[in-house]
Each structure stands twice: as C-alpha cells, then as structure tokens.
C-alpha cells in the first residue's frame, strides 16, 4: 500500500462508495469514511485493503496508475503471504478478495472440501452415543465410515465420494447402501454444526439410494477419449488419464502406486492394495506410453519433487507431512486438480459433464468387444478369484503375470501416444 499516496487512496475510496457501497460494508464507522473521502482524515491501509475487495486489478490500475508487476513469485513468497493472513484478519481479507475475482469458480471447487479428523469421528460417536444408538449399530456405521475415509485419504469432496461411490455400486450394492447411509449420517452429527454451507455442498452430493447414474449416459468412444487426451493441459493430468482409461483402474488407485511400484523396463505397475472387494495388484502400460512417461512425464515428476521437497520438510505452515512418503508417489501432483483438467477437457469434447469412473466401464466394455475373457478383464482390473489373487501377490513375476501382460498389449485401446 506504500506506492499508494493519499490522494490516488481517496479516489479508490470514492469510486467504491459511489457503487453503492456502505461504510458498514467495508467495515468501518461511517464518520471516519467521511472524514477520509472530503480529505479531512488520511485513508488508512486498512480501509484500502477493504475497499479493494470491491475492485478489480483492473480498476485499481486505471484508478491510480498503478499496474501489478507480472512477476513469477517464489515458494517462499507464497508461504509468507499464507503465513501473513494467518496473523492478519485484514490482509487475510484482502487476499481472498483478490482470489475471488481471479479464481471464483476455482475455489468454490477448492473449498468443497472436508479433511476428517480423528477427533471427528469421537464427535461423531459421542453424538450417536447421545441419541441412544445401540453399540452394534454404531460399530456398524464405523466401520463402513473408516473404509470410506482410508480409501479417500480422509478427504471428503463431492467428485471424489462419487467416485467412491461408483466403484461400490459395481463391487458391493450392499456395501453401498449402508456406506452412503453412514457417510451422511457422519455429515450431519459432525459438520453440520460446524459449516452448514460446506455440509450441504457433500451431503446433497449423493443420495442414500444409488451413486449418480452414470450407467445410463452413454460412454465415451475410443475416438472422443483420445480427442479428450488431446485437450488435457499438463503432462501430468494426461498420465492420470492415460492410466484410468488404458488400464481401467479404479480412480484412486493411481495415487496408491509408488515409484518403487513401477517398473519401467516391463511396463508393470504394482497397485499393492487389498480390502475386502478390492484386489487390483498390477497393470500394463504399452511400449508406447513408457516411451512418453520416461520422455515427457518424468522430467516433470523430478522437477516438481526437486522443486517441493525442501518446503515439504521445513513444514512452514506447520501441516505435519511425510515428505518421504510424498516424493516416492508415482503422481505426486494434486488429485483434484488433475481431475479438474480431465473433466474441463472433457466437457468440451462431450458437451456434458464427465465422471472419471466411466473410464473403468469403457476399459471393460471395449476389451470385452475385442474377444478378450470376463475372466481376464476381472483379473486386469483387480476382480480376481481368490486364486487369482494369491498368484499375483505371492509372486513378483509368473507365468500368469506373462499371460496377461499379452492379452494387455494385444487388445487394451490405445488412447496416448499415437502420434
């Protein structure tokens, strides 16, 4: 505010309080803002940075001549600002002003989001245990609640229970009757009184009946996926959606592997990850593709793992991270905004909206049309027998793990890399 003289102040404060602006609205007694707009008493900082929650960049440049600086601000920049509003009620006010005009739809997207703690679920069983529920009942709901959480990382946004939700509809209708009845029972006992816009934004997100439909929306071609590749932004959103829809994984299950997990050489990922539905283990990836990754993806991985790391560690912001474990993801990039670019590329290819776990139902649909067996695409997709499973887990490489890499590179579509 320091490049600002008082006068360019006065005509911020004049042009903002002749939109209709009231100074109850800004914050402050109507006497001071009269006696700032004649003159009389200088603007403060305090009541600019209100004001400027009114403006746009635009408006403030043309109102004092003065233009931001485009400048590619460092980490340590971003975590000083952070750092500042967590201390600075007014700056804090400032800065999120200024992110709504720039990115409105972005964060009400961001915002949507619910971190679970452990202290949630006590709130959550201390409020049934307040209701009277029988213990049974109220260990039954736990349970269905913490499989959900584990497998959301404890994040709870609307794309991401529906993608949980989806993958239960085509693994367990029981077990997705009684998750989405627990999860919006953990809704309203807990964040409900907590953040009644937030808990309306996850709670009208599915309903206790049935995920969203998607069986009945038509299914993406072959031709408009590899159209959607081609409109993805980043490197590392193509990657996420490569896998989804070469491998038919679930949507989760990419951010499970690490990158001790991949090998390369073979083309083989090991997905290591078991519930009581869910035994997807390896999957394939074309000559093709491990090309791309090793040319156009891993250069990116390193920098971004270069890049963080170091932040990661000093815990600036005091989150309490594992850094270890976050530079030996596979994809260590944000989930929600890979999903983001996915569905923006999507929507303008389709002219509708797109939910990632269609990916999986192509994967199956068009290795099936190809002549391979149910049998083979359950085990590619982690639906394996019991047998099944124990032969992929006991077993880095078997003759198993041969057969189905070659039902893989003869039939799976070809979505990336076709040149």
Not at 314 to 334: G, H, M, S, T
Request: net charge positive; proline share 5%; with cysteine.
């Amino acid at each position: 505010m320091g490049r600002l003289d008082n006068e360019a102040r006065r005509r911020v404060l004049e042009y903002v309080l002749s939109r209709g602006v009231k100074p109850r609205d800004l914050g402050f007694d109507s006497t001071y803002v009269y006696k700032a707009r004649t003159g009389r008493s200088r603007v403060s900082d305090e009541l600019v940075r209100a004001c400027l929650r009114f403006i746009t960049p635009e408006e403030l440049a043309r109102l004092t001549g003065i233009r931001l600086e485009e400048a590619n601000a460092t980490p340590t920049d971003a975590i000083r600002v952070i750092r500042t509003m967590q201390v600075d009620p007014a700056y804090r006010d400032f800065v999120f002003s200024l992110l709504r005009q720039a990115f409105g739809e972005y964060l009400r997207e961001a915002g949507a989001e619910w971190v679970v703690t452990e202290e949630d679920i006590n709130a959550f069983v201390r409020a049934k245990k307040l209701r009277g529920v029988r213990e049974q009942t109220l260990n039954d709901e736990l349970r269905y609640i913490r499989r959900a959480l584990a497998e959301l990382g404890f994040r709870l946004t609307p794309d991401g229970i529906r993608e949980y939700l989806a993958g239960l509809a085509e693994e367990s209708p029981y077990v997705l009757k009684h998750t989405t009845y627990s999860l919006k029972s953990l809704l309203k006992e807990v964040l409900k009184p907590k953040n009644p816009w937030l808990f309306s934004m996850l709670y009208n997100s599915f309903t206790t009946v049935k995920p969203k439909p998607n069986h009945r929306v038509r299914l993406p071609t072959i031709e408009e996926l590899r159209r959607i590749w081609q409109e993805i932004l980043s490197v590392e959103a193509r990657l996420y959606f490569t896998i989804l829809a070469e491998t038919g994984l679930r949507p989760s299950e990419p951010f499970l592997i690490s990158i001790d997990d991949v090998d390369l050489d073979k083309g083989v990922m090991h997905i290591g990850k078991v519930t009581e539905t869910k035994r997807a283990f390896i999957a394939f990836l074309r000559p093709e593709v491990i090309d791309w990754v090793k040319t156009n993806y891993m250069p990116v991985r390193e920098s971004l793992v270069k890049a963080k790391l170091d932040i990661v560690k000093a815990d600036y912001l005091e989150v309490k991270p594992n850094p270890e474990d976050w530079a030996r993801k596979f994809i260590p990039f944000d989930r929600d905004r890979l999903r983001r670019e996915i569905k923006d590329a999507a929507r303008k290819v389709l002219n509708r909206e797109f939910e990632l776990y269609e990916l999986r139902k192509f994967f199956a649909t068009w290795m099936v049309s190809q002549g391979v067996p149910e049998s083979i695409v359950n085990t590619l997709q982690g639906r394996a027998p019991p047998q099944e499973f124990r032969v992929l887990i006991e077993h880095y490489w078997s003759p198993r793990h041969e057969e189905l890499r070659g039902w893989y590179l003869k039939y799976a579509p070809k979505i990336c890399c076709l040149g």
